[in-house]
């Protein structure tokens, strides 16, 4: 079965430098990306994804808000929660986004192989 993937973030440079490495580092998945957590909610309505990746702080709908929204209508999904924190501190963001349904958080900037062994993990909890 082919892993599908979400990848929401309000930053399309790190959308796009985590989209190509999911498809180098998971042969065969399909990468959807969403620039908040509205179009993310919006895309989740007709395409059926086995992960999330989201930003905390984004415009329009953020990610704790998403993950609330996505753990209520779609419980199986697993959610990786990023945030870089900005002047309020990461950690309550990502111990919030944990506290609501994250599966896993990581904090921004990243490792892309914490976040390769992070995704494999959880695609593999199945």
């Not at 959308?15 to 065969?28: K, P, Q, R």
């Amino acid at each position: 079965m082919t892993d599908k993937i979400l990848v929401v973030d309000d930053e399309p440079s790190i959308v796009s430098g985590i989209h190509d490495l999911l498809l180098m580092a998971f042969d065969g998945c399909q990468v959807f990306c969403a620039e908040d957590g509205l179009k993310a909610t919006q895309l989740l309505e007709h395409t059926q994804v086995d992960l999330i990746i989201t930003d905390i702080l984004m415009p329009e709908k953020e990610g704790l808000e998403t993950i609330t929204e996505v753990r209520e209508k779609y419980p199986q999904v697993k959610i990786i929660a990023m945030s870089g924190g900005g002047k309020t501190g990461r950690m309550n963001f990502l111990q919030m986004a944990k506290e609501l349904g994250a599966s896993a958080v990581i904090d921004k900037p990243f490792d892309p192989a914490e976040l390769i062994q992070t995704v494999r993990r959880l695609l593999d909890q199945d």
